[in-house]
């Protein structure tokens, strides 16, 4: 048999590693790694052996310890997502550029691969597949927005940048277009604008970049900006922490928890009732036909005192 074909329990002699074997094909620093292994029975099959536990034997409690020094360790994230969360301004707007960084706005490319689209253009050309960086700069839609502030000098690296390198130079240059506002705060505006514009032409068959989106871009970019200079800004950006959870009502009482929604002409309730020690009740759900919020909020609250009447239960709090 040649050696090709060895398994590991032929490195092996009386109980131990055969270092004659090895010492003679491995070099010195790959010998003190197997050294630090517990050599396999000869004659057993050789198994997956996992090496975070001292017994090779896997356990949750060694693969959380492992996965949590791992996240203490800061060596593999990307400065890109620090300079995000640096970003000055709304959370709603702070959260696109996250996902944006992490290349994860559903364009149709990704719809079209979670088969939930058969169509993976662009909704505004209907010329080419729609990725991130089609949608954002390279449409010829956008870059008619776009050219209406770029300065000649940085067109072509605006222009040819790979998404994380355009990202990261457009949140932490302040001088690559002609704003009245910092450039960092405009490309923050501008990329959640054009993102929501993109969904009410996918969703709604609505779109404003031809028309007013690019005035209330520049008015709401100077709106943040002069918010961020403020005197209160620095207590915005760094509130207190508030953990907000679930609270009990009193002994014998009962809590309702309600929402209602309106999406695409239909609107829909739902809730669920609760007692002191939180355990469930009874909950419901009801589609309500075309309506608007405000109606299904109140209908999802109707429904509840309904059922609380109906069951002669007492209520505590309405949400």
């Given amino acids: 048999m040649g050696e090709i074909e060895y398994s590991v329990s032929?490195?092996?002699?009386?109980?131990?590693?055969?270092?004659?074997?090895?010492?003679?094909?491995?070099?010195?620093?790959?010998?003190?790694?197997?050294?630090?292994?517990?050599?396999?029975?000869?004659?057993?099959?050789?198994?997956?052996?996992?090496?975070?536990?001292?017994?090779?034997?896997?356990?949750?409690?060694?693969?959380?310890?492992?996965?949590?020094?791992?996240?203490?360790?800061?060596?593999?994230?990307?400065?890109?997502?620090?300079?995000?969360?640096?970003?000055?301004?709304?959370?709603?707007?702070?959260?696109?550029?996250?996902?944006?960084?992490?290349?994860?706005?559903?364009?149709?490319?990704?719809?079209?691969?979670?088969?939930?689209?058969?169509?993976?253009?662009?909704p505004r050309c209907q010329s080419y597949p729609e990725t991130i960086m089609y949608m954002l700069r390279d449409c010829e839609d956008?870059?008619?927005?776009?050219?209406?502030?770029?300065?000649?000098?940085?067109?072509?690296?605006?222009?040819?940048?790979?998404?994380?390198?355009?990202?990261?130079?457009?949140?932490?240059t302040k001088h690559i277009g002609a704003s009245n506002t910092d450039w960092p705060t405009f490309f923050g505006v501008s990329v959640w604008s054009l993102w929501k514009d993109r969904n009410k032409l996918v969703f709604s068959r609505e779109t404003e970049l031809a028309t007013h989106l690019t005035s209330k871009i520049i008015d709401m970019a100077y709106q943040i900006e002069k918010e961020m200079k403020s005197p209160l800004a620095s207590r915005s950006l760094n509130p207190c922490r508030k953990y907000?959870?679930?609270?009990?009502?009193?002994?014998?009482?009962?809590?309702?928890?309600?929402?209602?929604?309106?999406?695409?002409?239909?609107?829909?309730?739902?809730?669920?009732?609760?007692?002191?020690?939180?355990?469930?009740?009874?909950?419901?759900?009801?589609k309500l036909g075309s309506g608007n919020a405000l109606f299904a909020e109140l209908k999802g609250i109707l429904l509840s005192l309904q059922i609380m009447r109906e069951m002669q239960l007492k209520m505590s709090f309405l949400k």
């Fill in 244 to 286: 907000m959870h679930w609270s009990k009502p009193p002994p014998e009482f009962f809590k309702i928890n309600t929402d209602g929604s309106y999406v695409h002409g239909q609107a829909a309730c739902g809730g669920i009732i609760r007692n002191h020690n939180g355990n469930f009740v009874k909950g419901f759900m009801c």
């Fill in 142 to 172: 956008a870059q008619n927005y776009w050219n209406q502030f770029i300065t000649e000098d940085n067109w072509a690296k605006f222009f040819s940048l790979g998404l994380y390198g355009w990202l990261e130079w457009n949140i932490t």
């Fill in 10 to 122: 032929s490195y092996v002699i009386d109980g131990d590693w055969n270092w004659n074997m090895l010492a003679t094909r491995l070099p010195e620093s790959i010998c003190n790694l197997i050294a630090k292994l517990k050599p396999p029975i000869v004659g057993n099959s050789d198994i997956p052996n996992w090496n975070m536990s001292t017994d090779g034997n896997f356990s949750i409690n060694s693969a959380y310890k492992f996965l949590s020094s791992n996240d203490n360790d800061n060596t593999n994230v990307s400065p890109l997502f620090d300079q995000v969360w640096q970003w000055r301004g709304p959370n709603r707007i702070r959260v696109v550029l996250w996902k944006l960084a992490h290349g994860s706005l559903l364009t149709n490319v990704v719809r079209a691969h979670r088969q939930m689209t058969t169509d993976d253009t662009c």
